[in-house]
């Protein structure tokens, strides 16, 4: 058994991406502007080279089966790009830029970070899990991404049976099986213990 958080979604982007190369070649044709055929290129281009990685794989990623605990992040989208045009081309699979056996955990701290979200001033806050190991080293790593909790909540739930140990200080692992947003429940969090 395994659980993907963050999964790649690899057919809606052909299917978007398909769409968007049909659309340029209909203005080719169609249109009677002469400028329109560099339109279409630079659309064609854009839609391979930028927006299928960018909708295909998510900024963060990760894996959890019977014996580990696979993470990988994309800080930037150049990052993102040679990683997903690595896995279509060279590899046929996912890489995992970490990988932690579950049976070396002692334990899982889960905590938040508040962090700034531009371009609009606003404010996020971030779920993170530190892999406490019996040698004594930690890995951190968000863990929560924004596609959604059901993933996330079915993986922490199988570390659970696997016998993995959670101290969840702040509660938010109950918190992500609530209706409730998070941002709102740790917003008020932070205002209870500020007074």
Not at 14 to 24: E, T, V, Y
Not at 37 to 58: H, K, N, R, T
Request: hydrophobic share 45%.
């Amino acid at each position: 058994m395994k659980y993907i958080v963050g999964k790649p979604k690899m057919k809606l982007a052909f299917l978007n991406i398909i769409l968007s190369i049909a659309l340029a070649i209909v203005l080719y044709v169609f249109s009677p502007w002469q400028g329109m055929d560099f339109v279409c290129i630079v659309i064609i281009l854009v839609s391979i080279f930028i927006v299928l990685p960018g909708e295909a794989y998510c900024e963060l990623m990760w894996k959890v089966d019977n014996q580990t605990i696979q993470y990988t992040h994309h800080e930037t989208l150049i990052q993102k790009q040679a990683a997903f045009f690595r896995h279509l081309f060279v590899t046929h699979r996912l890489e995992y830029q970490m990988t932690i056996n579950i049976d070396q955990i002692d334990y899982i701290v889960v905590t938040y970070a508040k962090v700034p979200r531009p371009p609009y001033g606003a404010y996020g806050y971030d779920v993170w899990f530190n892999v406490h190991m019996y040698d004594g080293s930690i890995y951190s790593f968000i863990s929560l991404t924004l596609s959604g909790r059901k993933d996330f909540n079915q993986a922490v739930d199988y570390l659970k049976e696997q016998g993995i140990h959670f101290k969840d200080g702040y509660h938010i692992l109950d918190a992500l099986h609530t209706k409730e947003p998070l941002p709102y429940y740790l917003e008020r969090l932070e205002k209870e213990q500020s007074k």
